[in-house]
């Protein structure tokens, strides 16, 4: 156990160095936009970050989730939109981005089912936590891709508690410069 403690410190050590001896630009602002994928819904994920300096920033992550169920005489569709905020933490090297964070705000669930003819609706807000990370690769100047993004959110509907998973991809324009 303690030799992997040690390891992983030696590589985040090794890591943080190479960071300081690359001479990458830092833009000032990034805009993520693509497709995002849940534990059983497909949506879409966006945000965008202000970077502080080359490695703090702050992020506005907002997302949409769809799920459609269709059976004989049975129909489910709900929609739930996430608007989030908070620090990220990205580590800079020439090619690629990895970024972690750690994000709070709210979401809201909307959902319709139709049973034998009759229609049922209701919808509910709430608080949502959430911690997060990915990978951004660098096509040029003002182009990454986002290779990956996974997030954790808590979220508190109808009085239970929701752990929910996300997994993004998709493109990052890069603004200004440092």
């Known amino acids: 156990m303690k030799r992997s403690f040690y390891a992983i410190c030696l590589v985040l050590v090794v890591a943080l160095s190479a960071m300081g001896q690359a001479k990458t630009e830092v833009p000032r602002v990034e805009v993520f936009g693509g497709y995002a994928h ?49 620090p990220q933490i990205s580590f800079r090297f020439k090619r690629v981005t990895p970024f972690v964070r750690v994000l709070a705000g709210g979401a809201s669930v909307k959902a319709t089912a139709v049973e034998s003819g009759q229609t049922f609706s209701f919808s509910e807000n709430s608080f949502v936590m959430g911690a997060g990370g ?43 410069g440092k």
């Open 38 to 86: 849940g534990l059983s819904s497909q949506g879409w994920n966006g945000s965008v970050a202000v970077n502080v300096n080359r490695w703090f920033g702050v992020v506005a992550d907002f997302g949409g989730q769809y799920i459609k169920t269709t059976d004989i005489d049975f129909q489910e569709k709900i929609k739930s939109h996430t608007y989030l905020f908070g």
């Open 134 to 176: 990915g990978l951004d690769v660098r096509v040029n100047k003002r182009v990454a891709i986002r290779a990956f993004q996974l997030d954790y959110m808590r979220t508190k509907f109808f009085g239970e508690s929701q752990h929910n998973g996300r997994i993004s991809v998709g493109l990052v324009l890069r603004f200004g």
